[in-house]
């Protein structure tokens, strides 16, 4: 009864014109009773949570309105809160269990004996928090991980600062899909210690959450678990681009060709970072940002009739695919510019040498008996 009160008296308290709605509606049963028993468990799957709650008492009876639930969820210290609308009582959700876990909800009720208008219960609210051992000083630091090639996770972190002799990091993982959450099986060690892991076969879980736990644990210390929840996709890092071809046309136009790189990167899921340098002799030249974009060619027009020039290509994840990712490294290409007396010039150079070095070494032999094998330098035989 005091529910229903308060309801009423906060539903009246918002403005005059509710007011005239609220006079209405006591005569039609308009209040809701929020939902009863909300409770958080923890499936021990590293960051979701099981929710589930039970109706409002007396619903059953209210035959000619719709019973739904605003559920909402959220970690202490975020902004927003999640919103479900739904008539199911239970949900799995996926929170940073290194923070306190919130959620609430309410009963939304609409139909004939409301007069088709929504009418919404006071919230019930329920926190959930892993006991957090440890000092925070005690978990393990610069944690990172890479999509290589869509094909494998690498993941590293170093020492917690307060991290005593002796110590044993596991790391744990669980997508949806998943019985239980698993241990990774192939660590990467550094002096005994487990400061990384690979995991392989993880194309079940491109595109969902990818729930991780690096925990520890030390003789006689308690140390503070890690949680993190990571998106493969967001963390891909392709090989770079293969088979960059760079030819010239008459027109002395660029054309520069190259095809995606192996390994399960989806082609499609691909831009490219093109770069030119024209080398102003000497000087390190600047490299010239030409293209980003889709496609595995591209045609430049050269600014500067330079002789060498050099041109670059990178790739990463496009948008269509995900929010973000990492370059590849380059894939690099230098030649030297074929106009056609430079060309000529090239091959008659070495012809004149090697044919003097031949009849001087010739000259030579003769005096010091001392042959120099065939292909050595010439000052080598001249040495003699
Ligand atoms: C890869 O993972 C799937 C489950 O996602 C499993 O059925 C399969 O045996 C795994 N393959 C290897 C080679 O580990
Ligand atoms: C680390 O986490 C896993 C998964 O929750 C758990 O099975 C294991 O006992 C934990 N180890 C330590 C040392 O806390
Ligand atoms: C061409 O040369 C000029 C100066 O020599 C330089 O500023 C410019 O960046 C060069 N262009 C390219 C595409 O390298």
């Known amino acids: 009864m005091s529910h229903l009160g308060m309801a009423l008296r906060r539903l009246c308290a918002l403005s005059v014109a509710l007011l005239w709605g609220c006079l209405a509606s006591t005569s039609h ?200 929840t990571l998106r493969l996709h967001n963390l891909a890092k392709p090989s770079p681009p293969k088979h960059l071809v760079v030819s010239m046309s008459a027109s002395e136009e660029l054309h520069v060709a190259w095809s995606p790189p192996g390994g399960e990167t989806p082609p499609q899921c691909l831009e490219y970072e093109v770069q030119l340098t024209e080398d102003a002799r000497g000087t390190k030249a600047a490299w010239a940002s030409v293209s980003t974009q889709m496609e595995t060619a591209l045609t430049i027009s050269r600014a500067n009739q330079s002789r060498i020039s050099c041109v670059r290509v990178r790739g990463r994840t496009n948008i269509f695919c995900a929010d973000q990712g990492f370059w590849s490294e380059w894939t690099q290409e230098c030649f030297s510019v074929s106009r056609k007396e430079d060309k000529q010039l090239f091959i008659l150079i070495p012809l004149i040498l090697s044919l003097s070095s031949s009849l001087m070494v010739f000259m030579l032999i003769g005096q010091c008996k001392k042959r120099s094998p065939a292909g050595k330098p010439l000052h080598a035989s001249v040495g003699c």
């Open 29 to 228: 049963r308009k209040a809701v009773a929020p939902p009863q028993d909300l409770q958080i468990t923890d499936p021990g799957l590293l960051g979701s949570l099981d929710v589930e709650w039970k109706p409002p008492p007396n619903v059953q009876t209210v035959s000619d309105c719709t019973v739904r639930y605003k559920f909402e969820y959220r970690n202490t210290g975020d902004r927003d809160w999640k919103v479900i609308f739904t008539r199911k009582l239970k949900f799995r959700v996926g929170f940073d269990l290194s923070r306190t876990a919130e959620v609430k909800v309410q009963t939304l009720l609409e139909g004939q004996c409301t007069n088709d208008m929504e009418v919404q219960s006071d919230w019930i609210y329920a926190t959930f928090q892993v006991p957090l051992q440890g000092k925070l000083e005690s978990e393990v630091q610069n944690f990172h991980c890479i999509y290589h090639d869509w094909e494998y996770l690498k993941c590293t972190w170093q020492p917690g600062l307060l991290a005593p002799r002796g110590v044993h990091y596991g790391l744990y993982y669980w997508y949806e899909g998943l019985d239980r959450a698993a241990q990774c099986d192939d660590y990467i060690q550094d002096h005994g210690i487990n400061i990384g892991c690979m995991l392989q076969n993880l194309s079940q879980a491109e595109y969902k959450d990818l729930s991780i736990c690096v925990n520890g644990s030390a003789a006689a210390t308690l140390l503070r678990p890690l949680y993190v």
